[in-house]
Every structure is written in C-alpha cells, then in structure tokens.
C-alpha cells in the first residue's frame, strides 16, 4: 500500500512538472494545430484559414488547419478531446458542434463542455438560407408550408450538420408542416441531390448557399436571422411569414482547448485570436462570408456555451427528436 502512495504521489509530482514547464515556456514553441470538423473548402473553413494565417504570424509558429469532417462534426471534435490538454490543438468549434450536438446524441464519444477549455468566441450571428430546387412551386415559406400540408408525404429535406437538422426541425414544429428528414454525412452531399430534386429543402450557411443559387438551381426562400440580410439580398426573413415571427436560428463560432491546459496557456492563445479578430482587415474578409465578428474571451465563451446547451435542449425536446 505505501509503495501505491509513493507511486502515486512521485507521478502528481512529474505531472505536475510537466505542467509547470508548460506554463513556464514561452508558449507556443512548435506547431500549433487548427481542427476545423467540417469538410475542406466552405466558408467556415475559409474563415478559419484566415485565422490561422494571421495567428501563424503572430505567435511566430505555424497553425496547421486540419479538416475532419463527418458524424454531423463528432469526428473531429473528439479528436481534438483526444489531444494533450496543452494548448498546441485547438477546435474551431460552433454553437452545434459544442452545444447542440449533446441533445441529438445519447452516447457522445466526449463531452462538449467537460472535455473542453473555453478560449475565445470569434464569430456571431452566422446566418442561415432555406433553399429548394427551382423546379419546386414554392417561392416563400408561406408558400412552402402550403405545399407541404397540401401533399403530407412528397417534401423531404436533408441535412448534413446538426445546424441544418434544427434549423428545419424548429421550422417544422411552429408550423405544423410535414417534411421528412433524411440524413446526409456532408452539407454537400445535400446540397448535391437538391440540386437533383431527391430532397426538396436544405437550410446552409448563406456564404455556401448563395453560391449555390448563383447557379440558376436553387431558389433561396427565406433567411433565417431576425430580419434580412446583406449577403441574401431580396431574401425575406423566415420570422417575416404569418405565425413564425419568433423563429430564428444562427450560429457562433469559437475556439476550444483540451479541459486540463494550463489557465496561462488558455489565456495566452486567448488574447493572440481576439488581437486576429481586431484586425479591420481580417474582420472584413470575414463578413463577406455572412459572419459577424463578435469576440469575447474564456469567461464569457464558457457562459454562452452553458446557456447553448439547454437552449437546444428545449427545441429537440419540443420537436419530439429521439436522441439517436
């Protein structure tokens, strides 16, 4: 027994040590790893390579973004909960994939709150557009609910993130309108066989899902924000239909750490992204992919993140979603 007690208590010290020395470094000293859960090429992906550089030349270090789509953003969420909690792997991750995530999901392979350090909010107020194919007569929500209460089994809608599920799901339960969901592993998978009419709505980022509608394909029906929106120009609000007017759905985006780095280290990497984000130059590139640049630090990103939770809580349970 008093062997166990002097093991023990000789690996609390050398852990100990191994914490003092990272708080003690000039931090970072090697490569810093960016996990974006999405797959390469959107516009949270851009973004967030935007960050990266201008971190990268901050923190005179590189900041390697690695793409881990897939599982709706679990895959590359548990990989960061898998890395050591000293602060060269951050997440990029979003009011789903840290807060959502953990109603739609009985057994998680982590836990969006317990396994990971707040480090600092970035973005805000990410917006989201209804598409359908331009085949379908519907040009409105008004109109779409109609079609969809007219003809109970003909609309389906896919969803490639857990954002996307809500986003229709919440739509569904305030209007009482039938539309079938169908699973996809990615947004561009949907996205993909909206365009062939195999599914009749998707709800995507606006920065992705105004490109799509460049095309000629897709029709954008509705924003989801409060009001209308630059990005989405000539697009009404879904909350601006009769009877929907308290609807809305949007996203932040953060920064996360592994639960256990060192408080110096998280505040460190903390104050060097909110300096990226007060750059007007970065800010502005940003905006031009349908975000908003709200910032804030460890705190605060740990409160919004808590309140999150039990916010998507309440709509799962009011949509009548078994945890899958």
């Known amino acids: 027994m008093a062997k166990k007690i002097q093991q023990a208590l000789l690996s609390a010290i050398l852990f100990a ?17 960016m996990i974006v859960p999405l797959a390469a090429g959107g516009a949270t992906d851009v973004v967030a390579r935007l960050i990266a550089d201008k971190l990268s ?6 900041v390697i973004v690695e793409n881990r789509p897939g599982a709706q953003g679990m895959i590359g969420v548990e990989a960061a909960a898998k890395a050591a909690p000293d602060g060269y792997t951050l997440v990029f991750g979003s009011s789903t994939t840290m807060a959502a995530i953990s109603s739609l999901y009985a057994k998680l392979p982590f836990d ?8 600092a909010k970035a973005l805000d107020n990410a917006y989201n557009v209804l598409l359908v194919p331009s085949a379908l007569p519907v040009n409105n929500v008004a109109e779409l609910i109609a079609y969809a209460k ?16 809500i986003c229709i ?8 309108a039938s539309i079938t969901f169908v699973p996809y592993k990615t947004s561009t998978q949907a996205l993909n066989d909206l365009m062939g009419n195999q599914v009749q709505l998707v709800c995507e980022p606006t920065g992705s899902g105004m490109a799509q509608v460049a095309t000629g394909r897709l029709r954008a029906i509705a924003v989801t924000g409060p009001s209308q929106i630059d990005e989405a120009p000539g697009v009404a609000a879904v909350a601006e239909t009769p009877g929907l007017k308290d609807y809305g759905h949007w996203s932040w985006l953060a920064f996360f750490t592994r639960a256990g780095t060192p408080a110096e280290v998280v505040n460190k990497l903390s104050n060097e992204l909110l300096k990226v984000l007060a750059n007007p130059e970065i800010a502005s590139k940003i905006k031009k992919f349908g975000f908003d640049v709200v910032p804030s630090g460890p705190k605060e990103l740990a409160a919004l993140q808590k309140e999150a939770v039990a916010k998507y809580a309440k709509i799962v349970k009011d949509a009548g979603i078994t945890p899958e």
């Not at 191994?18 to 810093?32: D, I, Y």
């Not at 007219?150 to 599920?165: E, F, H, M």
């Open 17 to 33: 040590g191994v914490n003092l020395g990272v708080n003690a470094q000039e931090f970072p000293t090697r490569p810093l790893r």
């Open 169 to 176: 799901e919440m739509l569904k339960v305030m209007s009482g």
């Open 57 to 62: 030349e901050q923190v005179k270090q590189p």
């Open 112 to 119: 969006p709150v317990e396994d990971f350090a707040a480090v």
């Open 150 to 165: 007219a003809n109970p089994t003909k609309l389906n809608y896919g969803a490639g993130t857990a954002s996307s599920r």
